[in-house]
């Protein structure tokens, strides 16, 4: 029986990954959410738009680094997201010009839109190949870790490591600034007040005086700038590989379902509940049975990892069996 | 879809045939002029035809889901590749002691999984509101207990069974196109489930649940070695065609070729091709035949009538849910065919193959730029759209160093042109986008 170990490896593997990857969904379905609460429609161009903008991100970051500015402990992919985030919203916004508009002058079936959005994720997809290529790029640079497990036993004194790495330190350290600062937005400021009333009731919104252009652009930009840091998260948490980011679509998706579509705060709690269940269910837990003091024949492992996308899609199966309109009560229509 | 039908003008009758000849021209230029733009070859022409047929088949499943129920199947990829292990089990030969080794188990754990599912949802349905969620929850988990304690050590045996080269359950030996409706049936209970849970709510909860089952069908296929070999893929399944190498070997082939005025490689591979062209044009001839007429009989104009108002057939009595889940079950096994008939022409399964770009999406392409809804439309578009994107890998990167030949050599200019051909990407993006809002009936509109 042995506590304290068993308690550091599970913060050491389940913890620590599954919040700095669940803080990554949640930016992910916090943008999906909005644009669905918005603009009505499932973003299937989310994920590309992610990774758009963290190939951008990649290449300022390779131009900082030639030029030999660099953030010191931290990845200069830091420095690069801004400008990333306000070249990949403006290509959002011509996007949104070009093709979305339309559709919402002519008031067309929501799935029509969700049709467009494949196209676009097909442009994007392919601007982000052209850009960067479809090889695995790592772009993190810096210090690795804040704790590593060799200092964290030498502090400590117990045989379990713990690894704090740089990266998921600042996931949640930026996480926890953005969604501070959305949800300031979106009930503080005339703007955020705007979307809102928009996105609850449109005719009302448009009585009042709300300019639904603005609004929409607005949403675009917010929903650009929350998928770019997300996709710079997560590249620099794991690596960047075009393909990834489509696949990740699956799991935001599903988070920003399991909150409730259209629900900011929803979006944030589902992107942890997939996390945590992903990461729990495919992690071997027969070393923390052995501190327990037990002597497990098998690995104690739910799911091997080639099936983390099973779990986000259970959980969607199941959200929709029990309670289709999410956790947090979003738009079940 | 309803919302973009326009009262315009019928499209002259002469529009279809048309456009099949222009369609029909490029596969010809391309099997018959050597340029910088065609390749002169026959084989190359029929290579393209062969997976355009296949992609046709696709596209009339896909052409069912949406332009008939106004569904959106975003999974498409999964259900080609469930079609495809049918070849695989039915038509591959036996492994030998594979079966002893854990066949029945494997079978027992199947129904154990399925038996706790149907339970849960028996279950749920019996007991008070309440306790209904824990009470299924308990079943569930129970049963996966069961499923996982059967499974594992019978595909751990399987999997021991001669792991260079089977470590798979093996086929029953069967005739290859028997496979071909049992790729069909694989796929249309994947259907059900998914849709039996994601219809009749939200349209777009249905494209992100089938997003999510396809991509676990392919991690099912790439992780389950036991099934299909995985990533280590599975080579030789049988053909219903001769082989190129019997062809070659026959006097009476050679004597033919002879008499065509052609060599014998090239003639033998060009008749396999023409025989497999002719299975898949039968198929595809008798699914539109059939889809025609189920669309003619009273059931079809109930199916249009849903889907121009859904409100207005329910109050007529219709019941909206259960007809789309018809529609999505049908339209899938159309693709789990389509699927099996893919397996069948490679003669390989390869998992690490199925990639949702290519299977899925430019499938809608196809779809959408041939006339959703019309099935002459999406088997137009498959083939248009196949051929253009086969072909966009030549000429993208020939179209781009004519673009940028002012340009000095440098890397610039090679990177530009050796990343050419990821300009079919945007290239199909653009036609999406441009047909959806120009042209949303198609370049053959449904009557």
């Known amino acids: 029986m042995d506590l304290l170990n068993a308690l550091v490896a599970i913060l050491n593997f389940v913890v620590i990954p599954a919040s700095a990857y669940g803080a990554q969904l949640a930016l992910g379905a916090l943008g999906v959410t909005l644009i669905y609460g918005i603009l009505r429609f499932s973003n299937f161009a989310h994920g590309d738009t992610m990774a758009f903008g963290t190939g951008i991100t990649i290449l300022l970051t390779w131009g900082l680094q030639a030029l030999g500015i660099s953030l010191g402990p931290l990845p200069s992919a830091l420095l690069a997201l801004p400008l990333a985030i306000a070249l990949t919203a403006v290509l959002v916004l011509v996007t949104d010009r070009l093709v979305y508009r339309h559709y919402r002058r002519v008031k067309a079936a929501p799935i029509v839109v969700v049709m467009a959005s494949v196209g676009v994720m097909f442009v994007m997809n392919g601007l982000t190949r052209l850009l960067i290529g479809v090889d695995e790029i790592q772009f993190a640079d810096g210090a690795r870790f804040v704790v590593s497990v060799p200092q964290f036993k030498a502090m400590t004194g117990l045989d379990e490591g713990l690894a704090l790495r740089t990266t998921q330190a600042i996931t949640l350290v930026l996480t926890a600034a953005a969604v501070w600062a959305l949800f300031a937005f979106l009930n503080r400021t005339r703007s955020g007040k705007a979307m809102r009333a928009y996105a609850d009731n449109e005719d009302l919104a448009l009585l009042s005086g709300i300019d639904p252009e603005r609004v929409v652009r607005l949403t675009w930009i917010i929903a650009t700038a929350l998928a770019v840091t997300a996709g710079v998260l997560y590249g620099l948490d794991k690596s960047f590989k075009a393909f990834n980011y489509f696949q990740i679509l699956l799991p935001i998706f599903a988070a920003a379902i399991v909150g409730g579509l259209g629900n900011p705060l929803g979006a944030v709690a589902g992107g942890f509940v997939i996390a945590f269940s992903e990461v729990a269910l495919t992690y071997p837990w027969k070393k923390i049975a052995e501190y327990l003091g037990f002597e497990p024949a098998s690995l104690l492992q739910l799911l091997s990892t080639e099936y983390k996308f099973a779990v986000s899609f259970v959980i969607l199966i199941v959200v929709l069996l029990v309670k289709p309109t999410g956790l947090f009560r979003g738009k079940s229509y | ?447």
């Open chain 2, 1 to 447: 879809m309803s919302s973009t039908r326009r009262a315009d003008a019928p499209a002259s009758p002469l529009r279809a045939p048309l456009l099949f000849a222009a369609v029909a021209l490029l596969y010809v230029l391309e099997g018959t002029l050597s340029n910088a733009w065609f390749s002169g070859s026959w084989n190359s022409a029929l290579t393209i035809l062969n997976m355009g047929l296949i992609s046709a088949v696709t596209a009339l499943g896909v052409n069912m889901i949406w332009g008939y129920g106004g569904l959106f199947n975003a999974g498409v990829v999964g259900f080609l590749a469930l079609g495809g292990l049918a070849p695989v089990l039915i038509a591959t030969p036996a492994v030998p002691g594979a079966w002893a080794a854990g066949g029945p188990r494997v079978l027992l754990a199947l129904a154990a999984g399925l038996g706790a599912l149907a339970l849960a949802a028996a279950v749920a349905r019996r007991t008070p509101p309440v306790w209904r969620v824990p009470a299924a929850a308990v079943v569930v988990l129970a049963g996966y207990v069961l499923f996982r304690a059967v499974l594992d050590p019978a595909v751990a045996a399987i999997e021991s069974n001669n792991p260079a080269k089977a470590g798979n359950i093996g086929g029953l030996g069967l005739p290859v196109l028997l496979s071909w409706p049992v790729g069909a049936l694989f796929a249309a209970a994947a259907a059900w489930a998914v849709g039996k849970v994601a219809l009749g709510l939200r349209s777009d909860y249905l494209a992100i649940a089938t997003l999510g089952i396809g991509e676990i069908i392919i991690a099912v296929l790439k992780n389950e070695g036991w099934l299909a070999r995985g990533v280590l893929n599975m080579t030789g399944v049988p053909r219903p065609v001769p082989y190129e190498l019997d062809l070659q070997a026959d006097p009476a082939f050679v004597a033919r070729a002879a008499g065509w005025g052609m060599d014998v490689a090239t003639a033998s591979g060009i008749w396999v091709k023409l025989c497999y062209a002719g299975l898949f044009v039968v198929v595809l001839v008798a699914l539109i035949a059939l889809s025609e007429l189920a669309l003619r009989s009273p059931w079809g104009r109930m199916m249009r009538a849903i889907r121009d108002n859904e409100i207005a057939a329910s109050a007529m009595g219709k019941d909206v849910t259960r007809r789309h889940l018809q529609l999505f079950v049908i339209g899938s096994a159309v693709i789990g065919l389509a699927g099996a008939m893919m397996i069948t022409l490679d003669g390989l399964m390869a998992p690490g193959g199925y990639n949702p770009l290519r299977y899925t999406f430019l499938i809608w392409v196809m779809v959408i730029v041939g006339g959703s809804g019309n099935n002459w439309g999406a088997v137009l578009g498959a083939l248009l759209i196949w051929f253009l994107w086969i072909k966009a890998e030549v000429w993208g990167p020939a179209a781009m160093a004519l673009l940028t030949a002012p340009l000095p050599d440098g890397p610039i200019r090679t990177h530009l042109i050796d990343s050419a051909p990821q300009m079919r990407f945007i290239a199909m993006g653009a036609v999406l986008l441009l047909v959806l809002r120009f042209a949303p009936r198609g370049l053959l509109p449904e009557r």
